[in-house]
């Protein structure tokens, strides 16, 4: 079985997409229902999970589904199922969310999850990871911010928004936040580029590995003690973001790893505490304050440098709800010395993934595994954006500008820098200057923002044929499904221009084709095939059309190249078809 993060990186050019519909203006999410209160009615005063009722009952809410633009259009969802299709109202510029459901059966309350839930909810993602531009995951509450974590970790090189919410009140009753709460999470699932595993609550969209559950009797049921929201909707249907570096952005330069199976292992400290994880090989500690425990106790000490020693990775982690662990104390200095991995600021949902997650790669030794223990692998710890600060009021551009403006304050610079990137980057992505583009990012700027028509840098460097330009911005985590306002991608722009490397890098970074360029793809092919035009068609096979997809008249390319006599055109997409087939 293929990693989840190998699938996500190596897209499937067979699966099935929908053609019949896919305007400029929609967009598409996959909401994976696994239960909770959301969706939940009382039976004798007690809330239970009730199978095929959810979509049904959101079908009667004009604020969750058009009826009448879903007749107009014909719409139904990527495998031919209107049942379980729905459209909200137009949003801003007219834009539309398609949602289509995926429901579990049976439902689950949330304290029922197992690491096989998470897994399958994993599998889901990957499953449909072409065909949609973003997913919503239902879940209860309880251990909603265990599976964020999970997922976070399992979902590698991630480069559309999945979004997990619920609600603290069933949907159905009059004063639910369900509503707002599945509403929030379709549109930002739906419209906004975060590439990232997020959990929506209350208004806030929180990074997944951040968040912990804090009130049972609240909306505010979540909180995200040590990172502020990456964005939070006002009134009126406002979005305020927070500053774009808090977006996390993966750096696709990372090798690939292995399926992790997430088996939690978590202790409370007592003396039986390194005994009892002699079998697991992982332990979780939770102490005091910036993470101490009592340097009295030299017995407890010696038993726990005797583990670790043995190759038992035991993590420290502060029992307070803000703060980090560090070495402020002697008493937390001696755990350091014992061997035990500070867990910085995360949160101990956060730790618990991230250690089944990394003891389940296979091939790695222990220091390895410690050193992944340490880095920032999915934002789920701080980081130190001193430096990036530093070079921003080192740059002499920026100098120049700020001096000009007589500004010095640290927000106005970012400002200046935030306004300035999005030219500046394209500009030299146009002209191939990595070094430029280096100078750029080093400032702290997002090289993943788009000039006035939506082209970021990678659209530009893909449509020029800069393969240099494009690696470094895939290697820094550009977003790689970011649309212009034309709704092209930066792999539509290097499938236009004939850039063979750039999409086959592209295409290996995780890039496909849109559903607009799929519902035209054989009639281009088509076209291609007529004019006897062998590298049109291997570019637009290497970037996942499949060549067997009929035009509007519902000839083939390999049809139209055999009775127009095309015979290199013939022979090429033979030779591909038999590719194909020996690779299923």
């Not at 190596?10 to 959301?38: A, D, F, Q």
């Not at 790695?364 to 340490?374: H, P």
């Amino acid at each position: 079985m293929t990693s989840l993060g190998q699938a996500l990186s190596n897209p499937k050019p067979s699966m099935r997409y929908c053609t019949t519909h896919g305007s400029r203006n929609e967009v598409s999410v996959l909401v994976i229902n696994t239960g909770g209160t959301i969706g939940m009615k009382s039976h004798g005063d007690v809330l239970e999970p009730e199978d095929n009722v959810f979509v049904e009952g959101l079908r009667k809410l004009t604020t969750f589904h058009d009826e009448r633009y879903a007749e107009e259009t014909c719409m139904y969802d990527f495998y031919g199922n209107r049942d379980k299709t729905l459209v909200l109202p137009a949003y801003k510029d007219n834009k539309r969310v398609v949602y289509t459901f995926l429901e579990y059966s049976p439902l689950l309350d949330s304290s029922n999850m197992t690491t096989e839930d998470w897994a399958k909810i994993g599998m889901d993602i990957e499953k449909n990871y072409e065909c949609y531009d973003g997913f919503v995951i239902l879940h209860g509450t309880d251990t909603m911010a265990y599976t964020a974590s999970a997922l976070s970790f399992m979902c590698e090189h991630l480069g559309k928004p999945v979004i997990l919410t619920g609600s603290q009140v069933p949907i159905y009753e009059i004063r639910s936040d369900g509503r707002d709460n599945l509403q929030g999470a379709l549109l930002m699932a739906g419209l906004f580029h975060i590439p990232e595993v997020c959990l929506y609550f209350r208004n806030n969209l929180y990074r997944g590995n951040r968040v912990t559950k804090v009130d049972a009797g609240s909306f505010d049921a979540f909180t995200s003690p040590n990172l502020s929201p990456l964005a939070n909707f006002q009134l009126g249907h406002g979005v305020e973001s927070q500053p774009l570096q808090q977006v996390w952005r993966e750096h696709r330069a990372e090798p690939q790893r292995g399926p992790a199976e997430a088996v939690p292992w978590h202790h409370r400290g007592n003396r039986e505490v390194v005994p009892a994880a002699a079998h697991g090989g992982r332990v979780v500690l939770e102490t005091y304050g910036t993470g101490n425990a009592p340097d009295n106790r030299p017995d407890l000490l010696a038993e726990m440098k005797e583990a670790t020693d043995r190759g038992v990775i035991i993590i420290n982690t502060t029992q307070c709800l803000r703060g980090t662990v560090s070495k402020v104390y002697a008493t937390g200095v001696v755990l350091y010395k014992a061997g035990l991995l500070p867990g910085v600021d995360m949160t101990p949902e956060a730790v618990l993934s991230k250690l089944s997650y990394v003891l389940a790669i296979e091939g790695l030794d222990l220091q390895t595994k410690k050193k992944m223990m340490a880095e920032n692998l999915r934002g789920e710890m701080m980081a130190d954006l001193a430096g990036a600060m530093l070079n921003l009021r080192d740059s002499r551009f920026i100098q120049v500008i700020a001096k000009s403006l007589s500004i010095s304050c640290r927000e106005e610079l970012v400002a200046i820098r935030d306004a300035l990137t999005p030219p500046l980057a394209c500009a030299t992505a146009k002209i191939g200057d990595v070094e430029a583009l280096k100078s750029t990012q080093e400032m702290g700027s997002n090289l993943s923002v788009g000039d006035y028509d939506g082209r970021t840098p990678l659209h530009i460097a893909a449509s020029e044929g800069h393969l240099k330009v494009v690696q470094y911005l895939l290697d820094q985590g550009s977003t790689i499904h970011s649309r212009d306002r034309y709704g092209d991608t930066p792999l539509s722009n290097a499938v236009r221009f004939r850039r063979k490397d750039i999409v086959m890098v592209l295409r290996k970074g995780g890039a496909h084709l849109s559903r607009e360029q799929l519902a035209v793809s054989g009639t281009e092919l088509c076209s291609l095939a007529a004019n006897g035009d062998p590298d049109g068609l291997q570019i637009w096979h290497l970037a996942g059309a499949d060549l067997n997809t009929p035009g509007y008249d519902g000839q083939t390319a390999l049809s139209v190249a055999t009775g127009a006599g095309k015979l290199e055109a013939v022979a090429l997409i033979n030779r591909l078809l038999s590719a194909r087939d020996q690779d299923k």
